[in-house]
T-cell receptor
Framework: GENVEQHPSTLSVQEGDSAVIKCTYS??????FPWYKQELGKRPQLIID?????GEKKDQRIAVTLNKTAKHFSLHITETQPEDSAVYFC???????????FGQGTILTVHP | EPEVTQTPSHQVTQMGQEVILRCVPI?????FYWYRQILGQKVEFLVS????????KSEIFDDQFSVERPDGSNFTLKIRSTKLEDSAMYFC??????????????FGEGSRLTVL
């Protein structure tokens, strides 16, 4: 089955810096790659997603890039703010049936 | 904005007892899921449900687990005889099939299950 590896496990940055989180996946049939943000004790919330027919997607300070050949995708957050502090999970899926395979998560801490 | 709602938010039970976790998915969604997250670990897929039947399940979802959509709004997860290792946060999720952002999952707030 699919296996998703995520790095780093923790990331500490100063407010205003950029943060990059990377994921690799194993199943070349995967075609949907969402990123979820989870604040302590809360539900995971989708922040951005990308499908395998595009290489990059941007939404304000957040961007995701996908390299299908290398089977990796990355989350980029620019101009980080303290409220960006949370656990970020990448995930991969083969279709629209909702079986997401999640990465291990990255604890992002943004220091004021 | 519509949300997935779950009850109870926290349940404490004794090992061997049955528990039922309840979810109300977003009303026009067609796919329903249960995921779990053991404290400090990744979110894991348990089961997906479509058209009143299981469409896919993981190896975690053994005979102790069952799902049901007893009416037009609720979606339940039953654990027949709980074990200590079932202690986790259980998330219900739903997604729409057609139109909009197909594949996006909307998660509930979770039900924390503690098995003593």
């Amino acid at each position: 089955g699919e296996n998703v590896e995520q790095h780093p496990s923790t990331l500490s940055v100063q407010e205003g810096d950029s943060a990059v989180i990377k994921c690799t996946y194993s199943d070349s049939a995967s075609n949907y790659f969402p990123w979820y943000k989870q604040e302590l004790g809360k539900r995971p919330q989708l922040i951005i997603d990308i499908r395998s027919n595009v290489g990059e997607k941007k939404d304000q300070r957040i961007a995701v890039t996908l390299n299908k050949t290398a089977k990796h995708f990355s989350l980029h957050i620019t101009e980080t703010q303290p409220e960006d502090s949370a656990v970020y999970f990448c995930a991969a899926s083969k279709g629209s049936y909702g079986k997401l395979t999640f990465g291990q998560g990255t604890i992002l801490t943004v220091h004021p | 904005e519509p949300e997935v709602t779950q009850t109870p938010s926290h349940q404490v039970t004794q090992m061997g007892q049955e528990v039922i976790l309840r979810c109300v998915p977003i009303s026009n969604h067609l796919y329903f899921y249960w995921y779990r997250q053991i404290l400090g670990q990744k979110v894991e897929f348990l089961v997906s449900f479509y058209n009143n039947e299981i469409s896919e399940k993981s190896e975690i979802f053994d005979d102790q687990f069952s799902v049901e959509r007893p009416d037009g709004s609720n979606f339940t997860l039953k654990i027949r005889s709980t074990k200590l290792e079932d202690s986790a946060m259980y998330f219900c999720a739903s997604s729409a099939l057609a139109g909009g952002r197909t594949g996006e999952l909307f998660f509930g707030e979770g039900s924390r299950l503690t098995v003593l």
